[in-house]
């Protein structure tokens, strides 16, 4: 069974510091995304890759930035949090070449509080 | 995928009745229309998609349909049991990341 793990399930931060969600699969999966989750508005993607040291920016990429060093791992960098970035955030991945349409894979997510 | 209009936001139904939730497309380059489950406090998991190239896709209780010209896609539960109390999103793409609705609360009522 596929496994997407993100590092925390809760966490709380200051106004300003440089936060790091990480998320890993262990499916060798080439498609790795971050999307947040907010009451009445759905799931709206941040920044996606399709390969390794590849990324592209989503719907919403503001105030945030990726890293993929490593197929297996996919990292959400908030340079500087405030508190409108107060949210739950869904790591996902999917197989397939790029581009394709194929199912997603969730992690069970980070709810993080910025205060 | 642009932009995915979701309806009703939230749905209460008793035990046993059907439910619909119904997404509207406006991109119509769009073939792959997923439907996510996410109950009270886990991750999302699909639960049935369907393609372009067929109109109705059933899977026991749940079925999806696709009106390609109409660019809108329904999800149909039967004989609801209070299980299927989540929250369901539409989902549709061309080739692009998928472009989620806004979610749907469903509530069985026993």
């Known amino acids: 069974d596929v496994k997407v793990t993100q590092s925390s399930r809760y966490l709380v931060k200051r106004t300003g510091e440089k936060v790091f969600l990480e998320c890993v699969q262990d499916?060798?999966?080439?498609?790795m995304f971050w999307y947040r989750q907010d009451p009445g508005l759905g799931l709206r993607l941040i920044y996606f890759?399709?390969?390794?040291?590849?990324?592209e920016k989503g719907d919403i990429p503001e105030g945030y930035s990726v890293s993929r060093e490593k197929k297996e791992r996919f990292s959400l960098i908030l340079e500087s949090a405030s508190t409108n970035q107060t949210s739950m955030y869904l790591c996902?991945?999917?197989?397939?070449?790029?581009?394709?349409?194929?199912?997603?894979?969730f992690g069970s997510g980070t709810q993080l509080s910025v205060l | 995928g642009e932009n995915v209009e979701q309806h009703p936001s939230t749905l209460s139904v008793q035990e046993g009745d059907s439910a619909v939730i119904k997404c509207t497309y406006s991109?119509?380059?769009?073939?792959?229309f997923p439907w996510y489950k996410q109950e009270l406090g886990k991750r999302p998991q699909l639960i049935i998609d369907i393609r372009s190239n067929v109109g109705e896709k059933k899977d026991q209780r749940i079925a999806v349909t696709l009106n390609k010209t109409a660019k809108h896609f329904s999800l149909h539960i039967t004989e609801t049991q209070p299980e299927d109390s989540a929250v369901y999103f539409c989902a549709e793409t061309g080739n692009t990341p998928l472009v989620f609705g806004k979610g749907t609360r469903l509530s069985v009522i026993a």
């Open positions: 499916m060798d999966h080439e498609n």
């Open positions: 991109d119509s380059a769009s073939n792959y």
């Open positions: 996902a991945s999917s197989f397939g070449s790029y581009r394709a349409s194929e199912k997603l894979f």
């Open positions: 890759s399709y390969d390794v040291k590849m990324k």
